[in-house]
């Protein structure tokens, strides 16, 4: 029985194992054919997307066990980093089953017409170049595993023992690639097209186990006029091997005439370089005979090179000719730099010097800046004065470094002897010499500064320190320095002079931590621009206390326990930070308990603002600024912020009116993402005697539009806030009560830009008061709703006004160019409000000029409004355009300033004005007031005025005024009773012209026409007596 059961068993595991073969060798067998069909070509394009940055796409895919792999019309798409590949067909000489039964022998790969585009976007910001990765602990300690090999490192030890050559360049296989009629196509933001390389054929052969590489190269340029010819071979080091000594290297690369600005175009749009043009030359040559030696010989020139933007602003630097020469030799462990200079009309320097065991034996350079060909290609990055010419004048600088035992000196010296040139017509020289001088020494990663200095006429400097400590002492006579610097540098204006006084010293401390102390004294410091005094002489003093975590490369990592002091002509602040620890590749920088406080006087600030021209003289603030900020959090990019100012006492002032509050206070409680740019607003206090204002809001980010919301109160004084207005405003305005309003705001930017705001936000509030008068207006129960929404704000004021009722519901619509004011057809916006003498004369007058300066005795008004259209914009309200009815009931004026005149001419006493039930109606248009014709009452006497007024309050008016018993005898008012002279009537509303030649001719021509008919020759007497 035991003997069936394992009988069956085997039976079954040879049937599964069999099964199993079988399908894996069908799979196998069928692969070539699958890969011919959609679904895997499809399949496999997916996989590979989803892997990588861009997108790649291809027509088809042959795979064979027997014959060679094809793939053609490859395309491969970058659009976020601009820029996109294409190749006719790709071709491998083996097939499957070679290439898996001996993957280190690849044969060879044809690649078929390789195609780079690259779109040439508009000049690129210059990117901070990323630094090495730090890694630090919540606690601030470096636990960095550093890479880095210091020139000491290990010395003793790599001397004693030939260290072995580095590991193979070259993967263990051989290969050959073959690639034909390549090109790189540049695309110009205009879509313009140009073949910057073309003509591109390289042939590569690789033999990784052997360590050879033997290549032949060429390509051209769009015109075929600039060429890069390479051929050679080239044995690499090799680890794993024993590499044949006698093996020689040969190897040339040259370069015939190539123009770079096709180059330049492109590089400019990934980075911010220069562009510009010109021709470059030169050649490659590397010879070597096995591994005993390799010598490196090269030269590149350039001629006619022009450069311009990018960071050389509006400079446009041109060299006609520099040169490049190199001659290195590496023999084993040891490098030699036989040769390495630079010549151009710019600079010219040399290097020399030996480097064994990864470190500087010797090390020699030589450096000589032509200060007058710098200062002439770059006068404006160097901001050169627009009339100076240098035309004498060098930098040398000699370095030095050897070692000797575990130790490296390094000993450097940089030297300005004159400066020589003119300004306009006039010489001018900078004759005091500056010299710079380093000595210093690293030995056993302890790096040592034994001396530094700078010496000359207004600057002294000296230091010296080590890992353990360092000091510095620096003292400057401020305005001698910029009295040299003036020479030949433009500064704009500014100047400043004082005594500088600068002491700083670092030394450990405990837990790896450096104490830094500085301070900083300027004596008799000032500040000015164009001679106009900013800050006058006073002592500028700064205190900074420390402590510094550094890292292995002895760069600053974090910063704890600081505080900084500062004391001003201007105020006094102070700078403190618990802990800041510096940004990693792994996490973002940490801020703990970061404060500034301060305290200022606005009177000098004041001072400041008007000598920048950035506040009028008639101008003034005063009172003192006290200013606290603290800010924390555990990341630097997700902060809390509390923000507090105070001023007290507040006053400003403007001409001859001012605004005092006993104290204005601000305070602020925020948090925010700065990554995400997400903002919160916990809360915002504005407080004041009249005004005091609460709100929460939040901004977010979102597809890079800002979305801000907001709500909150704001509590009004109104008894605070009309003292306030009569004594700077000069507004008249008595009210009583205090009016809390809540609000919300939902707003939004326009393409990252808060432009059109009242377009796309979203705005409700309300305001109410008990009382308020002012301008003949007496107004109780105040209510006052405002909701914006769609571009459309809707203001509905209701109240009782003058024992009357006012009802005024505007319309702001924000969609044109500029704010329109509208209000609902139709509307009544008064019912039998009294009036007054005020509303006369700041309000009724601006419609018809009868009401300037009058007296009200008694009546009310009713105003309806049939449409108006109102706009905001100054320069636009010619345009608007309005029509109303005004209706009097029983009103009885005094004569005012249009009046006065016409009934002194009437001959009339009284002065009494009735304007009893009647309605006038006004037009507005064309930036003007056109009313329907007013009757006035005047001592039984009726006086028509009809015309209009300018929104200038110019006028263009008649009167018709009656003949009175005054004006003429009695004999003669029998004929003329119920006649009308029409009088024109112009100048302004506060000052009209009223003709009173005009109406003595028309009363003479009336009276001649009486006496024609009825009195003879006693008209001349009677003319006579009546003009006595």
Same mark, same amino acid.
């Given at each position: 029985?035991?003997?069936?059961?394992?009988?069956?068993?085997?039976?079954?595991?040879?049937?599964?194992?069999?099964?199993?073969?079988?399908?894996?060798?069908?799979?196998?067998?069928?692969?070539?054919?699958?890969?011919?069909?959609?679904?895997?070509?499809?399949?496999?394009?997916?996989?590979?997307?989803?892997?990588?940055?861009?997108?790649?796409?291809?027509?088809?895919?042959?795979?064979?066990?027997?014959?060679?792999?094809?793939?053609?019309?490859?395309?491969?798409?970058?659009?976020?980093?601009?820029?996109?590949?294409?190749?006719?067909?790709?071709?491998?000489?083996?097939?499957?089953?070679?290439?898996?039964?001996?993957?280190?022998?690849?044969?060879?790969?044809?690649?078929?017409?390789?195609?780079?585009?690259?779109?040439?976007?508009?000049?690129?910001?210059?990117?901070?170049?990323?630094?090495?990765?730090?890694?630090?602990?919540?606690?601030?300690?470096?636990?960095?595993?550093?890479?880095?090999?210091?020139?000491?490192?290990?010395?003793?030890?790599?001397?004693?023992?030939?260290?072995?050559?580095?590991?193979?360049?070259?993967?263990?296989?051989?290969?050959?690639?073959?690639?034909?009629?390549?090109?790189?196509?540049?695309?110009?933001?205009?879509?313009?097209?140009?073949?910057?390389?073309?003509?591109?054929?390289?042939?590569?052969?690789?033999?990784?186990?052997?360590?050879?590489?033997?290549?032949?190269?060429?390509?051209?340029?769009?015109?075929?006029?600039?060429?890069?010819?390479?051929?050679?071979?080239?044995?690499?080091?090799?680890?794993?091997?024993?590499?044949?000594?006698?093996?020689?290297?040969?190897?040339?690369?040259?370069?015939?005439?190539?123009?770079?600005?096709?180059?330049?175009?492109?590089?400019?749009?990934?980075?911010?370089?220069?562009?510009?043009?010109?021709?470059?030359?030169?050649?490659?040559?590397?010879?070597?005979?096995?591994?005993?030696?390799?010598?490196?010989?090269?030269?590149?020139?350039?001629?006619?090179?022009?450069?311009?933007?990018?960071?050389?602003?509006?400079?446009?630097?041109?060299?006609?000719?520099?040169?490049?020469?190199?001659?290195?030799?590496?023999?084993?462990?040891?490098?030699?730099?036989?040769?390495?200079?630079?010549?151009?009309?710019?600079?010219?320097?040399?290097?020399?010097?030996?480097?064994?065991?990864?470190?500087?034996?010797?090390?020699?350079?030589?450096?000589?800046?032509?200060?007058?060909?710098?200062?002439?290609?770059?006068?404006?990055?160097?901001?050169?004065?627009?009339?100076?010419?240098?035309?004498?004048?060098?930098?040398?600088?000699?370095?030095?470094?050897?070692?000797?035992?575990? #130790?490296?000196?390094?000993?450097?010296?940089?030297?300005? @002897?004159? +400066?020589?040139?003119? !300004? /306009? =017509?006039?010489? &001018? $020289?900078?004759?005091?010499?500056?010299?710079?001088?380093?000595?210093?020494?690293?030995?056993?990663?302890?790096?040592?500064?034994?001396?530094?200095?700078?010496?000359?006429?207004?600057?002294?400097?000296?230091?010296?320190?080590?890992?353990?400590?360092?000091?510095?002492?620096?003292?400057?006579?401020?305005?001698?320095?910029?009295?040299?610097?003036?020479?030949?540098?433009?500064?704009?204006?500014?100047?400043?002079?004082?005594?500088? #006084?600068?002491?700083?010293?670092?030394?450990?401390?405990? @837990?790896? +931590?450096?104490?830094? !102390? /500085? =301070?900083?004294? &300027? $004596?008799?410091?000032?500040?000015?621009?164009?001679?106009?005094?900013?800050?006058?002489?006073?002592?500028?003093?700064?205190?900074?206390?420390?402590?510094?975590?550094?890292?292995?490369?002895?760069?600053?990592?974090?910063?704890?326990?600081?505080?900084?002091?500062?004391?001003?002509?201007?105020?006094?602040?102070?700078?403190?930070?618990?802990?800041?620890?510096?940004?990693?590749?792994?996490?973002?920088?940490?801020?703990?308990?970061?404060?500034?406080?301060?305290?200022?006087?606005?009177?000098?600030?004041?001072?400041?603002?008007?000598?920048?021209?950035?506040?009028?003289?008639?101008?003034?603030?005063?009172?003192?600024?006290?200013?606290?900020?603290?800010?924390?959090?555990?990341?630097?990019?997700?902060?809390?912020?509390?923000?507090?100012?105070?001023?007290?006492?507040?006053?400003?002032?403007?001409?001859?009116?001012?605004?005092?509050?006993?104290?204005?206070?601000?305070?602020?409680?925020?948090?925010?993402?700065?990554?995400?740019?997400?903002?919160?607003?916990?809360?915002?206090?504005?407080?004041?005697?009249?005004?005091?204002?609460?709100?929460?809001?939040?901004?977010?980010?979102?597809?890079?539009?800002?979305?801000?919301?907001?709500?909150?109160?704001?509590?009004?004084?109104?008894?605070?806030?009309?003292?306030?207005?009569?004594?700077?405003?000069?507004?008249?305005?008595?009210?009583?009560?205090?009016?809390?309003?809540?609000?919300?705001?939902?707003?939004?930017?326009?393409?990252?830009?808060?432009?059109?705001?009242?377009?796309?936000?979203?705005?409700?509030?309300?305001?109410?008061?008990?009382?308020?008068?002012?301008?003949?207006?007496?107004?109780?129960?105040?209510?006052?709703?405002?909701?914006?929404?769609?571009?459309?704000?809707?203001?509905?004021?209701?109240?009782?006004?003058?024992?009357?009722?006012?009802?005024?519901?505007?319309?702001?619509?924000?969609?044109?160019?500029?704010?329109?004011?509208?209000?609902?057809?139709?509307?009544?916006?008064?019912?039998?409000?009294?009036?007054?003498?005020?509303?006369?004369?700041?309000?009724?007058?601006?419609?018809?000029?009868?009401?300037?300066?009058?007296?009200?005795?008694?009546?009310?008004?009713?105003?309806?409004?049939?449409?108006?259209?109102?706009?905001?914009?100054?320069?636009?309200?010619?345009?608007?355009?309005?029509?109303?009815?005004?209706?009097?009931?029983?009103?009885?004026?005094?004569?005012?300033?249009?009046?006065?005149?016409?009934?002194?001419?009437?001959?009339?006493?009284?002065?009494?004005?009735?304007?009893?039930?009647?309605?006038?109606?006004?037009?507005?248009?064309?930036?003007?007031?056109?009313?329907?014709?007013?009757?006035?009452?005047?001592?039984?006497?009726?006086?028509?005025?009809?015309?209009?007024?300018?929104?200038?309050?110019?006028?263009?008016?008649?009167?018709?005024?009656?003949?009175?018993?005054?004006?003429?005898?009695?004999?003669?008012?029998?004929?003329?009773?119920?006649?009308?002279?029409?009088?024109?009537?112009?100048?302004?509303?506060?000052?009209?012209?009223?003709?009173?030649?005009?109406?003595?001719?028309?009363?003479?021509?009336?009276?001649?026409?009486?006496?024609?008919?009825?009195?003879?020759?006693?008209?001349?007497?009677?003319?006579?007596?009546?003009?006595?």
């Amino acid at each position: 029985m035991a003997e069936a059961n394992r009988s069956l068993l085997q039976s079954t595991l040879f049937k599964i194992g069999a099964s199993c073969i079988l399908t894996t060798l069908l799979l196998l067998l069928i692969l070539p054919n699958l890969s011919s069909t959609t679904w895997f070509t499809n399949t496999t394009k997916q996989i590979i997307n989803n892997t990588i940055p861009g997108k790649l796409d291809f027509s088809h895919l042959t795979l064979s066990w027997l014959n060679g792999l094809q793939l053609r019309d490859l395309v491969y798409e970058d659009q976020d980093n601009g820029y996109s590949l294409t190749i006719k067909q790709i071709s491998t000489s083996k097939g499957l089953l070679a290439l898996a039964t001996n993957y280190k022998d690849a044969g060879t790969i044809n690649i078929d017409r390789p195609q780079v585009t690259v779109h040439v976007r508009p000049s690129q910001t210059q990117t901070n170049t990323p630094t090495k990765a730090v890694t630090i602990d919540k606690a601030g300690r470096d636990i960095t595993t550093t890479t880095t090999t210091t020139v000491a490192n290990d010395i003793k030890a790599t001397k004693k023992t030939r260290q072995p050559p580095a590991a193979s360049l070259l993967p263990q296989i051989r290969v050959q690639l073959l690639i034909s009629q390549g090109s790189l196509v540049a695309i110009a933001p205009d879509n313009s097209q140009k073949e910057v390389i073309k003509d591109l054929d390289l042939q590569l052969k690789l033999d990784g186990k052997k360590g050879i590489v033997e290549y032949l190269l060429s390509f051209a340029n769009d015109q075929g006029s600039g060429q890069v010819r390479g051929k050679g071979k080239i044995a690499l080091p090799q680890q794993t091997v024993q590499q044949d000594n006698d093996l020689e290297s040969n190897a040339t690369l040259e370069i015939h005439n190539w123009q770079i600005a096709d180059l330049l175009d492109i590089a400019a749009s990934l980075a911010n370089v220069p562009k510009g043009k010109g021709i470059l030359n030169g050649n490659v040559h590397i010879t070597a005979s096995g591994q005993s030696a390799r010598e490196i010989i090269g030269n590149l020139t350039g001629q006619n090179i022009q450069l311009y933007g990018g960071p050389l602003l509006s400079d446009t630097p041109s060299i006609n000719d520099f040169s490049i020469d190199w001659n290195v030799l590496n023999e084993f462990e040891t490098i030699k730099i036989k040769n390495f200079s630079i010549q151009s009309p710019l600079v010219t320097a040399s290097v020399s010097g030996i480097i064994q065991y990864q470190q500087i034996q010797t090390l020699t350079t030589q450096t000589h800046f032509n200060i007058a060909e710098i200062f002439s290609q770059f006068p404006n990055s160097l901001n050169v004065k627009k009339d100076v010419s240098v035309t004498d004048g060098k930098i040398d600088i000699q370095a030095d470094i050897s070692s000797s035992g575990s #130790a490296t000196h390094f000993v450097a010296r940089a030297h300005l @002897n004159h +400066l020589i040139g003119s !300004a /306009g =017509n006039k010489d &001018i $020289a900078w004759k005091t010499p500056v010299d710079i001088s380093v000595q210093a020494r690293r030995n056993k990663g302890t790096l040592t500064i034994d001396q530094f200095a700078i010496q000359s006429s207004f600057v002294q400097a000296s230091g010296h320190g080590n890992s353990e400590a360092i000091q510095l002492q620096i003292g400057s006579d401020i305005d001698a320095a910029l009295q040299e610097l003036r020479k030949f540098i433009a500064l704009d204006g500014w100047a400043s002079r004082g005594e500088l #006084a600068l002491d700083l010293n670092i030394t450990n401390n405990k @837990n790896r +931590l450096k104490k830094v !102390a /500085g =301070n900083i004294n &300027i $004596a008799d410091f000032e500040l000015s621009h164009n001679g106009t005094v900013l800050s006058p002489a006073a002592t500028l003093t700064a205190e900074l206390s420390s402590d510094l975590q550094l890292n292995a490369e002895m760069l600053p990592i974090a910063i704890k326990n600081s505080k900084l002091d500062i004391t001003s002509w201007l105020g006094s602040g102070a700078i403190s930070l618990d802990n800041f620890i510096a940004k990693t590749n792994d996490s973002p920088a940490i801020l703990t308990n970061a404060t500034a406080t301060g305290s200022f006087k606005l009177q000098r600030i004041t001072s400041l603002l008007q000598s920048l021209e950035t506040l009028p003289r008639d101008k003034h603030l005063a009172g003192t600024l006290q200013l606290d900020l603290h800010i924390t959090g555990e990341h630097i990019n997700q902060p809390t912020i509390l923000l507090t100012a105070k001023v007290s006492p507040f006053t400003y002032q403007s001409g001859d009116k001012s605004l005092t509050d006993e104290q204005l206070s601000l305070e602020i409680e925020a948090s925010a993402d700065l990554r995400q740019q997400n903002f919160t607003i916990k809360s915002l206090v504005l407080g004041s005697d009249a005004i005091n204002f609460n709100s929460s809001a939040t901004m977010e980010t979102q597809n890079e539009e800002i979305k801000l919301v907001a709500s909150g109160t704001t509590r009004v004084d109104l008894h605070a806030l009309g003292e306030q207005l009569k004594s700077f405003a000069d507004l008249q305005l008595e009210m009583s009560g205090v009016s809390d309003n809540p609000f919300t705001l939902q707003a939004a930017t326009t393409e990252g830009l808060w432009r059109d705001t009242a377009q796309h936000a979203q705005f409700s509030t309300s305001f109410h008061a008990e009382k308020l008068k002012g301008y003949g207006l007496s107004i109780e129960s105040l209510e006052i709703p405002v909701q914006l929404q769609k571009s459309l704000a809707k203001i509905d004021i209701k109240a009782s006004v003058n024992r009357g009722l006012m009802s005024l519901s505007p319309r702001i619509d924000f969609t044109g160019t500029s704010p329109l004011v509208t209000l609902p057809a139709n509307s009544t916006l008064l019912k039998e409000v009294g009036l007054t003498e005020e509303m006369s004369n700041d309000l009724l007058a601006k419609v018809h000029p009868l009401f300037k300066g009058v007296a009200v005795t008694v009546g009310t008004i009713n105003l309806d409004m049939q449409h108006l259209s109102w706009p905001v914009d100054k320069e636009m309200q010619q345009n608007a355009t309005f029509a109303g009815t005004l209706t009097f009931n029983d009103v009885k004026l005094q004569a005012g300033t249009l009046l006065t005149p016409l009934l002194a001419i009437m001959k009339i006493d009284d002065n009494e004005i009735e304007l009893s039930n009647q309605p006038m109606t006004f037009i507005g248009k064309d930036g003007r007031v056109t009313c329907s014709p007013l009757k006035a009452t005047i001592n039984g006497y009726s006086l028509i005025l009809e015309g209009s007024v300018g929104f200038d309050q110019s006028l263009d008016y008649t009167a018709k005024i009656p003949i009175t018993r005054k004006m003429v005898s009695g004999e003669v008012y029998k004929y003329l009773q119920g006649t009308f002279i029409t009088v024109p009537l112009t100048g302004s509303v506060s000052k009209p012209s009223v003709s009173k030649a005009f109406v003595q001719k028309a009363l003479a021509d009336l009276i001649l026409q009486v006496g024609k008919k009825q009195l003879g020759d006693q008209v001349g007497r009677l003319l006579q007596k009546l003009f006595q």
